[in-house]
C-alpha cells in the first residue's frame, strides 16, 4: 500500500480512480452511510453496491477513511482532504513524469492551449508566491 507524506508530515494514500470517485461522495457530505455512498453512485456509476462496500472497505484499510459503527450501519468520514490527496497526486505526476521539476511539466501543461488573460493573471499570481 503506497502512500506520501505531505509537508506537515501526515501520511496520504494513493487513490486509485475508481476510490476517487467514492472520496469525492464523501468530501461533499460527511459522514454519510454505505446506503447513501451507494445512492450518491447509482446514477453516476452504475457500480453494483458490493463494488462500494469493496471500495469503502480498501480506502478504511489505507487509512484514507475512518468509519463509526451505529446500531447495524456503518457512517464514513474522510480522514484525509481533498487537497491533501490533490497535492499528493501532482507531487507523484510530477516526479514520475517530471523528475520533480516543475518548469517543463508547466511549458507541457500550457502547450498548445489558448489561456484567457484572466487564467494568465492568475498563474503570474500563483508563480510570485501570491494566492489563486
Not at 487513490?15 to 453516476?44: C, F, H, Y
Not at 490527496?85 to 501532482?90: I, M, N, Q, T, V
Request: hydrophobic share 40%.
Amino acid at each position: 500500500m503506497a502512500s506520501n507524506k505531505t509537508r506537515a508530515g501526515k501520511t496520504v494514500p494513493q487513490i486509485s480512480d475508481a476510490e476517487w470517485r467514492v472520496m469525492k461522495v464523501l468530501w461533499a457530505k460527511a459522514p454519510q452511510t454505505t446506503n447513501e455512498v451507494v445512492g450518491a453512485l447509482d446514477g453516476e456509476m452504475h457500480w453494483k453496491p458490493k463494488t462500494i462496500h469493496t471500495l469503502l472497505s480498501r480506502l478504511t484499510q489505507k487509512g484514507a477513511l475512518t468509519f463509526e459503527k451505529k446500531g447495524r450501519e456503518y457512517l464514513f468520514q474522510p480522514a484525509v482532504t481533498a487537497e491533501e490527496c490533490e497535492h499528493d497526486a501532482a507531487n507523484s505526476f510530477l516526479d514520475r513524469f517530471f523528475e520533480g521539476d516543475l518548469a517543463p511539466f508547466l511549458a507541457r501543461f500550457v502547450e498548445g492551449r489558448k489561456l484567457k488573460p484572466a487564467q494568465i493573471e492568475k498563474l503570474k499570481r500563483i508563480l510570485d508566491g501570491g494566492a489563486p
